[in-house]
């Protein structure tokens, strides 16, 4: 669940700029690594499908936690986070990845596209 990964990336919520961070998990759904792919800008972060999962690749993983922050506070995914969260789904799926969520951090909480319903 994303309570669950929310230790794993703290750190990224009250950062000044947009971070974009990558988590691979093995088949039994454990962590393998935590990875930050870009940082950005104020409000955004670019974010391209072969940076995300060359690692993820390597690692061999069998799933994917995608977290980025919002340093504005606002939690709510805007229209590129939903555009970018759907090119990285197709992506995962053309390499027989799992999309497990994706986050979204502030420092005034989380949100979870799994849990919105939207994965």
């Given at each position: 669940?994303?309570?669950?990964?929310?230790?794993?990336?703290?750190?990224?919520?009250?950062?000044?700029?947009?971070?974009?961070?990558?988590?691979?998990?093995?088949?039994?759904?454990?962590?393998?690594?935590?990875?930050?792919?870009?940082?950005?800008?104020?409000?955004?972060?670019?974010?391209?499908?072969?940076?995300?999962?060359?690692?993820?690749?390597?690692?061999?993983?069998?799933?994917?936690?995608?977290?980025?922050?919002?340093?504005?506070?606002?939690?709510?995914?805007?229209?590129?986070?939903?555009?970018?969260?759907?090119?990285?789904?197709?992506?995962?799926?053309?390499?027989?990845?799992?999309?497990?969520?994706?986050?979204i951090?502030?420092?005034?909480?989380?949100?979870?596209?799994?849990?919105a319903?939207?994965?």
């Amino acid at each position: 669940t994303a309570r669950d990964v929310l230790p794993l990336v703290a750190d990224i919520a009250g950062k000044q700029q947009e971070h974009f961070a990558c988590i691979s998990l093995n088949g039994a759904n454990e962590v393998i690594e935590k990875r930050t792919v870009t940082i950005g800008l104020l409000d955004q972060s670019p974010v391209h499908p072969r940076e995300v999962f060359a690692d993820v690749i390597a690692d061999r993983a069998a799933a994917v936690i995608f977290v980025h922050n919002h340093p504005s506070g606002d939690l709510h995914p805007s229209d590129a986070d939903r555009r970018t969260h759907e090119q990285l789904t197709q992506a995962a799926k053309i390499l027989g990845l799992r999309v497990l969520d994706h986050l979204i951090l502030s420092k005034n909480g989380h949100f979870s596209f799994q849990e919105a319903g939207l994965i």
